[in-house]
Structure formats: C-alpha cells, structure tokens
C-alpha cells in the first residue's frame, strides 16, 4: 500500500518561494506520474500539476510560469517549487501518485 | 479546460436515504471520472475511478455511473460515516479539474 509523507516550510511571505517534498513509501516508483493539488481555505482543489514517467511536467496554465515539478527517482521523492508567493497561494499543499493516492497535506500560510 | 459542475452544493439527509450527486463535464470525458470523499481536516480518499469502478476497500454502497459528459455517485444507505464533502475530477485531460464539490449533511 501507497503511503505519501510530505513535509516543508509553512509560513511564508509575500514574494518568496515555496518548497515541498513529497516522500513515497511502498509500491511502485518509476511507473506512475506524480501530483500536487492545492486547497484554500473552505474552498475546493486546485491541481498544480505533474511530472509523468517520462520525466515531462504538466502544469496548470493558471500557475504555469510560477512553478516546477522535479523528481528524485532514487530518493523516491518529488517537489514542489512556487515562487512569487501572494496570500491568494495560502492553502493546504497536497501530494499525490496521480491524483488518486494522497499525502496528508502541508498548510502554506503566506503572510507579511 | 473542462469545467466541472456538481449539484447539488449542498445535500441534507439522514441515516439511511439514498443520495446521489451528478457531476457534470463541459465536454466529453469518456470515463475518465474519478470521485473523493473529504472529511474536515483530512485529504481527499479515493472512492471511484472509471466512472464506476470501485477503489478496493470502499463499501458497496457506493457506486458510479454515466459516461461522456454526465455521471453520478449514488449511496444506497446513508451511514452516520458518511457525512462528509464529495469531489469529482476529470482525468480526461489538462489541466485535471475538479467540481465545487458536494457537502452531505445531517438533516
């Protein structure tokens, strides 16, 4: 059984970057595409994006210039990177294989 | 990208009703329709994909339907469990887009 275990910086301010692990523990690596997918406060999920097997990354073009999805094929980890940070990032930051099997969430408050 | 639409946002029942959420795509989809259930403070758990196909470990009670652009999560028995939020998400194409989500209450 899957299990994501995610972890990184959870106040930031205004104009900084964020950065979260994501660390997969049992099952398959190599073969599946990996996720991250984002929550405000009392409202709904927003995918940020993934990088397949391959290595190829799709983002959502609403975040696209802002973010990078790598990954850590030996280490069995993959990140995230959101830079120029406003309060309308703040949320709880998800891990995901895909985007069917989660993390247990990382809340990234973003304030001055 | 595909716009998805659930209805109703909000739903009050009891223990025991059926329930069902439709979830609607902007565009064809084929069945590529997952649905989450989310409990306060927890991270979305996976209860459908393919439309209809059941994740291991999830009751029976719970079921999928529909393809191309409209499907449905219905809930033979409502169990106190149960209450909770409920997304369906499209893994058609990118960007992957999620309803507004379904809260299912306690009347």
């Known amino acids: 059984q899957v299990q994501l275990q995610q972890w990184g910086a959870g106040l930031l301010k205004p104009s900084q970057s964020l950065s979260l692990t994501c660390a997969v523990y049992?099952?398959?690596?190599?073969?599946?595409?990996w996720s991250w997918i984002r929550q405000p406060p009392g409202k709904g999920l927003e995918w940020i994006g993934e990088?397949?097997?391959?290595?190829?990354?799709n983002y959502n073009p609403s975040l696209k210039s802002r973010v990078a999805i790598s990954v850590n094929t030996a280490r069995r980890q993959f990140s995230l990177k959101l830079t120029s940070l406003s309060a309308a990032d703040t949320a709880v930051y998800y891990c995901a294989r895909a985007t069917f099997y989660w993390g247990q969430g990382s809340l990234v408050t973003v304030s001055s | 990208d595909i716009q998805m639409t659930q209805s109703p946002s909000t739903l009050s029942a009891s223990v025991g009703d059926r329930v069902t959420i439709t979830c609607r795509a902007s565009q064809s989809i084929s069945n590529w329709l997952a649905w989450y259930q989310q409990k306060p403070g927890k991270a979305p758990k996976l209860l459908i994909y393919e439309a209809s196909t059941l994740e291991t470990g999830v009751p029976s009670r719970f079921s999928g339907s529909g393809s191309g652009a409209e499907f449905t999560l219905t809930v033979s028995s409502l169990q106190p469990d149960d209450f909770a939020t409920y997304y369906c998400q499209q893994y058609d194409s990118y960007p992957r887009t999620f309803g507004q989500g379904t809260k299912v209450e306690i009347k």
């Open positions: 049992g099952g398959y690596f190599s073969g599946y595409s």
């Open positions: 990088i397949d097997p391959s290595g190829n990354t």
